[in-house]
């Protein structure tokens, strides 16, 4: 049974969720993304240390496609092979996030906790990507904050929420999020996915009450939300 000992629902108004789909499909294409997004990820590091580059989501998803796409074993993901006198097939490739599938519980999970929250997506991918997201998948946010994710970035979500920070909890998948987040005094909840922390970090992390670093593991949105339904109606 999951326990929220270090999590009080009557106190939380706000869910933030990190929003950044990747989809599932061969194991050439996972690996395709991998490498994709590892390329983003360096792009966004380099960045936030001071060096060049765009701080445009958008923008950064179309330098970095290029490198993987040269590569003969991903041919028949981009069809550079065949086209490379053309313009670049692998243009179409960036708008792959925008209509990326949502797990399972997603929608109906987000739906459920809804009914006693805010949930808001928070997320370093483009204003125009998470609402296509949201407009393809119908995901019932409340809200779209867009910006690079660093301790500044959740202060300016509190602020205009209008809330202090404790009664904000913060929803990812990434442990590096959710360190960040707890450092601007949110809440935090992880979720394990598949496509997202690696294994071992997945199978590491634990709750506060359990001696670890985030104030609960949840296995997927619809138990997040049976447990804020249960907490609200007890």
């Given amino acids: ?10 106190e939380i108004d706000a869910c933030l969720f990190d929003v950044f789909a990747k989809d599932c499909f061969s194991k050439d294409a996972v690996d395709f993304a991998e490498e994709w997004r590892a390329g983003y990820y360096a792009h966004v590091k380099n960045v936030s240390q001071g060096g060049e580059g765009t701080t445009n989501a958008d923008i950064m998803q179309r330098q970095v496609i290029p490198p993987p796409c040269t590569r003969p074993m991903f041919d028949h993901i981009t069809d550079t092979g065949r086209y490379a006198h053309h313009r670049p097939r692998w243009s179409h490739l960036e708008d792959v996030w925008g209509e990326s599938d949502p797990y399972e519980d997603t929608i109906p999970g987000l739906t459920e906790l809804k009914r006693y929250v805010n949930i808001l997506a928070l997320s370093n991918g483009s204003f125009r990507l998470l609402l296509d997201l949201a407009r393809n998948q119908d995901v019932p946010w409340d809200g779209i904050f867009s910006s690079e994710l660093n301790k500044k970035v959740y202060k300016s979500a509190a602020y205009h929420l209008s809330l202090p920070p404790h009664k904000i909890a913060m929803v ?9 987040a707890a450092s601007a005094g949110f809440k935090t909840i992880y979720v394990p996915r598949p496509a997202e922390d690696s294994r071992e970090i997945r199978e590491s992390m634990r709750s506060k009450k359990d001696g670890g670093e985030v104030d609960l593991v949840v296995k997927d949105f619809e138990e997040l939300a049976r447990l804020v339904r249960e907490a609200r109606e007890s």
């Fill in 1 to 10: 049974m999951t326990s929220t000992e270090h999590l009080d629902f009557h």
């Fill in 172 to 180: 990812a998948a990434h442990r590096f999020d959710l360190i960040a």
